[in-house]
């Protein structure tokens, strides 16, 4: 792990804390979207006019981790989100959103490891030969005819 997180500036790891944020915000602002009285607000905080805002929310809802600007970053981000943390032992992340913005301020995402299901095969899925699909094939020899 600590190899990945060496080879790489932007590795994994920040794509992936990153690519949450903006996952979150966006769902935030895609409910929004049609509230000015919360636009008005989002622009009040970050520092910009309501018009600015309004047309930068569409540039913001297109972005992803390798290509959100600065100006993302300030205009929804930074006003947004109040404080984020992960426990690099799970990888959960708890992210706390501005209490005057949104209602519902805290949300925690967590990749939980989870035991596969064992499924019997079915009879039908064995071929003529009596073998599973899933079995490794074997190449055949070409012959020299």
């Known amino acids: 792990m600590r190899v990945i997180f060496e080879k790489q500036p932007f590795g994994e790891l920040e794509r992936l804390v990153t690519q949450k ?12 979207l049609e509230s000015e009285t919360w636009l008005r607000s989002v622009a009040r905080l970050s520092g910009r006019s309501y018009e600015v805002l309004r047309v930068s929310i569409l540039e913001f809802m297109d972005a992803d981790a390798f290509n959100v ?16 943390d992960i426990d690099l032992a799970t990888f959960g992340m708890e992210i706390v959103l501005n209490r005057r913005l949104i209602p519902d301020y805290a949300k925690k995402f ?15 899925l064995k071929n003529s ?13 070409k012959s020299s005819f």
């Open 21 to 32: 944020l903006l996952d979150l915000v966006k769902k935030v602002a895609s409910d929004e």
């Open 129 to 141: 030969f009596g073998t599973s699909p899933r079995a490794v094939m074997r190449p055949r020899r």
């Open 69 to 84: 600007s600065v100006e993302n970053c300030e205009s929804f981000l930074d006003p947004l989100i109040e404080s984020w």
């Open 110 to 124: 967590e990749f939980v490891e989870t035991e596969l299901a064992q499924t019997e095969e079915e009879p039908g």
